[in-house]
């Protein structure tokens, strides 16, 4: 297991950057906590407000070459111009039912898009509560290009983070809760089928990312707590007591934060762990040709390694 030894951090320009995600360019886009979607030059240069959006805008990936696909956890799956800003909602409800806690997704080559619903009773800053809660109310979603927007898999104790293979057979999302990941089958005899893909986590998963070599990368921004664990274990009404407990009397995020790195059989091949300076939280990880980029939802920076 490896540390954070060597990582910067690169001014974000706001409160948040949940998620992270590299252009072809080196160019680094993040998601901020006043609803703008920023681009960082990793050189130094000041960020660049590239939309401003109706919502809190979490997952992030590309939709095609001009567009980019933003989860708003409160306002939808949205599709940002590169050039210009411009803001289109692709979907905001499932069934006629608006969805309150968009998170993370994936995008096919054929347009498709696989993203997640957190929760149908909690929204996203809540999210403290609907893990303590276990509403098991979280759901990996599937938008076909023709728009409409089916479930491939519910249930789940704060779905979060999602990635699809790199052949497209199968689709991975993150179950916070429970310290785990699925896999659902897209392709062959196989399809429609779901697994438990990576379990018994050290932390509490995140985003995920596909890397460019290949592997599945897991943001885990804080690992497993005892308490939490015997919390989730009590009586429904304890449950619920003990979430309503205001936030300033809640445990605060601790500062050790870890990232690991599984394939196609769930094993996992890296594992950092450890303290970076100045930041917390680590929700987001990209890897690219080598170097790792890191989002928190605290703080403003994002973090950068080269391994």
């Known amino acids: 297991m490896d540390g954070f030894g060597g990582a910067r951090l690169v001014p974000a320009g706001g409160a948040g950057p949940e998620d992270v995600l590299v252009d072809g360019g080196g160019r680094v886009y993040a998601g901020l906590a006043d609803g ?3 681009r960082l030059d ?9 939309a401003r959006l109706p919502g809190r805008p979490l997952g992030l990936e590309f939709l095609g070459d001009d567009e980019l696909l933003v989860c708003a956890s409160d306002a939808g799956l ?3 111009s590169l050039d210009g800003g411009g803001v289109r909602t692709l979907t905001d409800r499932v069934a006629g039912r608006r969805m309150i806690a968009v998170n993370n997704a994936a995008v096919a080559g054929d347009g498709t898009v696989y993203f997640t619903d957190s929760s149908t009773r909690f929204p996203v800053p809540e999210w403290r509560a609907d893990l303590v809660q276990r509403t098991r109310s979280g759901r990996l979603l599937r938008r076909a290009p023709d728009g409409v927007v089916t479930e491939l898999l519910g249930g789940l104790e704060f779905a979060n983070g999602v990635a699809l293979a790199a052949d497209g057979s199968w689709v991975a999302v993150a179950e916070t809760g429970a310290c785990r990941l699925h896999r659902v089958w897209l392709t062959g005899q196989d399809a429609g089928r779901s697994e438990i893909f990576v379990d ?10 596909l890397g460019s070599d290949g592997l ?6 804080s690992q497993r707590t ?3 664990t015997r919390v989730q274990r009590l009586p429904s009404a304890a449950r619920t007591l003990i979430r309503r407990v205001p936030a300033r009397m809640q445990p605060r995020p601790k500062p050790t934060v870890s990232v690991v790195a599984v394939d196609d059989g769930g094993r ?4 950092l762990r450890g303290v970076i300076d100045g930041f917390l939280l680590l929700t987001g990880v990209r890897e690219v040709d080598g170097t790792l980029w890191f989002g928190s939802l605290a703080g403003a920076s994002v973090a950068t390694l080269q391994r």
């Open 78 to 80: 949205l599709a940002v």
């Open 216 to 221: 599945v990368w897991v943001a885990l921004p």
């Open 42 to 50: 990793p050189a130094g240069a000041p960020p660049v407000t590239v």
């Open 200 to 209: 018994g986590l050290s932390g509490y998963p995140d985003n995920l990312a």
């Open 226 to 228: 005892a308490l939490l």
């Open 36 to 38: 703008r979607v920023v």
């Open 268 to 271: 996992i091949v890296h594992e």
